[in-house]
């Protein structure tokens, strides 16, 4: 950003909930000074009075009206489940031309759960910064999270084009590659890239916890050989994902279906014994990786020593 | 190790193939003057070539009963596959009180395929190293792969006393723990922590490969969701793992079965629009993540700027 004056500007942004991505925004906005204002809207005081002590806001309420009332953008940073009841609570305080943007890891929903309750002079860009850890809650954020990532707008050509190029800016600011991609296009993407390996995750740890405690004692202990990198994306946020699976059922249980037809051949090729059928398809997932590195995806995010 | 001698010495020790475990071992060796006399035997000329550049052996040879000649230990580094054909070939040429260990993922079999073929007076000492990455080969090996990990022996009561100290000290060295445990029980446990996951990655990974064109671009693409582990899981070494899920038949496809059951009831609870289900599901995970990070296996190996 250097010393010129920022790439985007807003004069108040809203934060509808602000847990490990809107919080890493918010320190975004705040290092970089993008607004005048933030105002962060949380459902309980002690998250609200996390906000204020991290100095991530302005100010806070747990009255949505309050906080959107007067802002030219409002970034829903909620679970993909309170996204219809936040909207009801704060739809009447919407500003004229106020931009309304979300972090969501399913897009279609938005439209209905968002869209169908906002003015008609609100313009809505969902957003997805495909970004995160395993880490929620304000305090695990951090202003490099975005860094290198891709973010998916999905205006679906309902927006106004101004409104869709300021959020595109505020990513672009945050370090990522904005990607404007069909809503529902977006989900099927997301569905195999993000949600089946968070499904199986779970599922597999799970698997895991409910085996004999002879057994159950030794996994974390030899977890090196595989099983960590899955308890670490089994360790995300609950509600997030319980969210995720019911706001994107439809195309995660089409690549569910994929997937199952592809283990059940593996589980044949290895009762039967099958060598080369295993060895075929161990190869060639290589190629797959060698996709991840060139798109410079590889590395999973860190904070800093101290943000 | 500092100034002291070694904690453990040997005249002379063979490596049967030499790969990332391998060729790892063989820098904690040469590192820690452990050996008189490194000796390598693998199949091509052209890996045997790259461990005289690397330093990492005083003498090569294609033929394994030359290089095992006048041993006091042999480390088979081959993969499981290649166990029964490499211990014909070498058994004939150990010298009496000769020590033969492995570091195979798979346990039980090597009683089978090595032991039965090996002179009285030898003694085999299984081991697992529970520590890797998804590189390949004697370059991609680091000498501070085994730090902090635990390394797997499973004499079953057959071996020696003296023996089994001498491979555990060996692994000790390495920066390891050592464990002693029965190898039926070794193969479910990694069954579930490591043979599972793989198969798993592999599959996922394949599934996204045999998706329309135009999904496939984007799926390495917006990796960062929680794709991008498993495509690194699915990079490890196609032969290696070829022989672990024949070889541990019956341990995978039981941990299998119990996956798909519980997956099974995933899919349901998203069609049926469980929420309170999938929430349960995905809190209680998050213990087993705890127990990883106890026990300090939560990092994953990475190699040193310049070995």
Not at 38 to 62: F, P, Y
Request: hydrophobic share 40%; net charge negative; with cysteine.
């Amino acid at each position: 950003m250097g010393d010129s004056k920022p790439a985007v500007h807003f004069e108040r942004i809203a934060f509808i909930g602000i847990g490990l991505i809107g919080s890493s925004l918010a320190r975004v906005i705040r290092r970089q000074g993008l607004a005048d204002h933030i105002a962060v809207n949380a459902r309980s005081h002690e998250t609200l009075d996390t906000v204020m002590e991290l100095g991530l806001a302005d100010s806070v309420s747990t009255d949505a009206r309050e906080v959107v009332s007067g802002a030219d953008l409002v970034m829903v940073c909620a679970p993909l489940g309170a996204y219809a009841s936040v909207t009801k609570a704060m739809a009447p305080a919407l500003r004229e031309g106020c931009i309304v943007s979300d972090v969501g890891s399913v897009k279609e929903v938005v439209f209905h759960d968002i869209g169908s309750q906002l003015p008609a002079d609100v313009h809505l860009v969902p957003g997805h910064p495909v970004a995160g850890t395993e880490h929620s809650g304000p305090e695990a954020g951090f202003a490099e999270l975005f860094q290198g990532r891709f973010c998916i707008l999905t205006p679906n050509g309902q927006a106004d084009d101004a409104a869709v190029q300021k959020v595109s800016d505020l990513w672009t600011a945050a370090g990522s590659t904005v990607e404007i991609m069909d809503a529902k296009h977006h989900d099927q993407v997301l569905a195999i890239t993000s949600h089946l390996p968070h499904l199986i995750a779970y599922t597999i740890v799970d698997t895991a916890t409910e085996l004999e405690d002879t057994l159950k004692g030794e996994v974390a202990k030899y977890s090196a050989g595989g099983f960590r990198d899955f308890t670490r994306i089994a360790a995300s946020d609950p509600t997030m994902w319980r969210d995720v699976f019911l706001t994107n059922r439809d195309a995660v249980l089409d690549v569910l279906g994929r997937f199952t037809e592809d283990l059940t051949a593996l589980q044949r090729a290895i009762r039967r014994g099958q060598g080369e059928k295993l060895y075929d398809v161990f190869e060639r997932t290589r190629e797959i990786r060698r996709g991840v590195i060139e798109h410079g995806q590889e590395v999973p995010p860190a904070p800093p020593e101290k943000d």
